[in-house]
């Protein structure tokens, strides 16, 4: 199983960009997918997550600002990132909770990191 994030960059301050992750490989479903954060110097943190029943947790340093979103049919989960702030700048991370057999239960799984950068 593999996760792809893609859509990060540089961005003016109060500008929107819309990060997207793909799960791939033999999934037989998934539980919970969600986007962490990590600025440099500090520790992870929960941006949002998403359940595969629609539920959705935002974190309340950017809720208001952020929506996260979700495709079940592609395995997919999207973070619009709008209004965005100098203390924003962090590397996001995909994360989803997968079970792979019917018989094993589900662990999570993180996507490489794509690096988000407010500034001007």
């Known amino acids: 199983v593999q996760l792809q994030a893609s859509g990060g960059g540089l961005v003016q301050p109060g500008g929107s960009l819309r990060l997207s992750c793909v799960a791939s490989g033999t999934i037989r479903s998934i539980n919970m997918m969600g986007w962490y954060r990590q600025a440099p110097g500090k520790e992870r943190e929960l941006v949002a997550i998403?359940?595969?029943?629609?539920?959705?947790n935002i974190a309340d340093f950017v809720k208001g600002r952020f929506t996260i979103s979700r495709d079940n049919a592609k395995n997919a989960v999207y973070l619009q990132m709008n209004r965005l702030k100098p203390e924003d700048t962090a590397v996001y991370y995909c994360?989803?909770?997968?079970?792979?057999?019917?018989?094993?239960?589900?662990?999570?799984?993180w996507g490489q990191g794509t690096l988000v950068t407010v500034s001007s």
């Open positions: 994360n989803a909770w997968i079970q792979v057999l019917p018989s094993a239960p589900s662990r999570d799984y």
């Open positions: 998403t359940s595969n029943l629609g539920s959705t």
